[in-house]
C-alpha cells in the first residue's frame, strides 16, 4: 500500500476520458440527434478506452481513478455499463434516443 495521497485532477480525467469516447458528439441537440444516420447504439470497451486514454495522461493515473471518473461520465451523460460474463472487462454503452 503507498503512504502518500496520489494527486489527479479528476476533472482533466473526465475530460479525456469523454474526449476519446466514439460517442462524445452525443451532446448534440435533439433535432441533429434525431436526423444524425448514426442513431444507432455506441459501445467500447472500458479495457481499449484506458489504453487509448494512458499516453494523454500522467503515468500516476491507476485504473482505480478510471473507474470511478467513468461512473461520474455514466450518471453525467447518460451512459450504461454492461459487464461481461467473466469479469474482466465491461461495454460502455450511449443510446443517442436516451435523454440526459
Known amino acids: ?46 479495457e481499449e478506452l484506458v489504453q487509448d486514454v494512458a499516453p494523454k495522461v500522467p503515468p500516476n493515473v491507476t485504473v482505480s481513478f478510471y473507474f470511478i471518473c467513468m461512473l461520474h461520465l455514466a450518471n453525467d451523460k447518460g451512459l450504461e455499463l454492461v459487464g461481461q460474463d467473466d469479469m474482466r472487462d465491461f461495454q460502455i454503452l450511449h443510446d443517442p434516443s436516451v435523454p440526459r
Do not use: C, H
Not at 21 to 44: G, W
Open 1 to 46: 500500500y503507498e503512504r502518500f495521497a496520489k494527486r489527479v485532477d479528476v476533472k482533466k480525467l473526465k475530460e479525456s476520458i469523454w474526449g476519446t469516447l466514439p460517442f462524445q458528439d452525443a451532446a448534440m441537440d435533439d433535432l441533429t440527434r434525431a436526423t444524425n444516420d448514426l442513431a444507432i447504439q455506441s459501445k467500447v470497451s472500458f
